[in-house]
């Protein structure tokens, strides 16, 4: 009945989050893969489905962070410049949200860089990723879910990057 793609299981077993294309979010008169997923978890023990970010932007990667607390995904979904149906060529930022909860926190921005394949570590709040950088082709990042950098930890980055 719909197209699901991506699933991935939470660490206690107990969650399965996925993408799945269930409306015609490009206007084209079909589903198909051209349309573009919402993401959802399905609680295994209940028996029940939960819808958990919408399908009007591009959505991909999805990660629960190691506690299952939280989801982790690539998106478009904040990006102020949006230009109908062009999701898949829009630079993507890596944001994380609560399960079941309408917040979604911006980890990395899609303003200037084109992010990439977020990873979540299994033990702790952090997220691994690529991305475009001035004056680089496709480097590796890493990025903090639970805090700010601290200004020593920015200085190395910037010194390393140079």
């Not at 699901?4 to 079909?30: E, M, W």
């Not at 399905?42 to 990667?61: G, P």
Request: aromatic share 16%; charged share 30%.
């Amino acid at each position: 009945e719909y197209i699901n793609s991506f699933p991935v299981i939470s660490h206690d077993s107990k969650k399965i989050a996925f993408l799945s294309k269930r409306r015609d979010t490009n206007n084209d008169g079909v589903i198909d893969s051209l349309d573009n997923d919402g993401i959802y978890v399905f609680d295994i023990k209940k028996k029940k489905e939960y819808y958990v970010h919408s399908d009007e932007y591009y959505n991909k990667y999805i990660n629960f962070t190691f506690d299952d607390k939280y989801i982790v995904f690539l998106s478009t979904s904040h990006n102020k410049t949006k230009r109908k149906h062009k999701e898949y060529f829009e630079y993507k930022g890596v944001y994380m949200k609560k399960l079941f909860s309408k917040k979604c926190i911006e980890i990395v921005s899609p303003k200037f860089y084109g992010s990439h394949m977020p990873n979540v570590s299994p033990v702790s709040y952090e997220v691994v990723y690529t991305s475009f950088r001035k004056g680089t082709l496709r480097g590796l990042y890493l990025a903090y879910l639970d805090r700010i950098p601290s200004k020593e930890e920015i200085k190395q980055f910037i010194i390393n990057n140079l």
